[in-house]
């Protein structure tokens, strides 16, 4: 499958962005879906999880109450809606899928072997 993000940009504080991942070349739903965010000299963390029907959600406690992932099958698409953003959310900003037979959320960078191109989002304090 191929993942294209778009979406990201600059944001004050306290503002929102949303993200969306457009994916390609094979069954959607049979893929969970993730958000993943790199931050410079950083290591890249777990940001949201979806599973493949988009009845489960697994979000960091770092962006919990504030990020939403959602996604729409027939579409082919999932999206990251961000509120109330914070300096500290500035980073690459990367969609991920995993090919699963199961109904589960995946929190883990190694879980996943397909990986979009990344957009850039900076929020200004």
């Known amino acids: 499958v191929q993942l294209q993000a778009s979406g990201g940009g600059l944001v004050q504080a306290g503002g929102s962005l949303r993200l969306s991942c457009a994916a390609s070349g094979r069954t959607f739903s049979n893929y969970i879906m993730g958000w993943f965010r790199q931050a410079p000299g950083k290591e890249r963390e777990f940001v949201a999880s979806?599973?493949?029907?988009?009845?489960?959600?697994d979000l960091s406690d770092s962006v919990k109450g504030r990020f939403t992932i959602s996604r729409d099958n027939a579409k082919n698409t999932v999206s990251l809606q961000m509120n109330s953003m914070k300096p500290e959310d500035t980073a690459v900003y990367y969609c991920a899928a995993r090919f699963s037979f199961s109904s589960f959320t995946a929190v883990r960078t190694a879980s996943y072997g397909h990986w979009g191109q990344g957009t850039q989002v900076t929020v200004s304090s």
């Open positions: 979806i599973s493949r029907s988009g009845r489960d959600t």
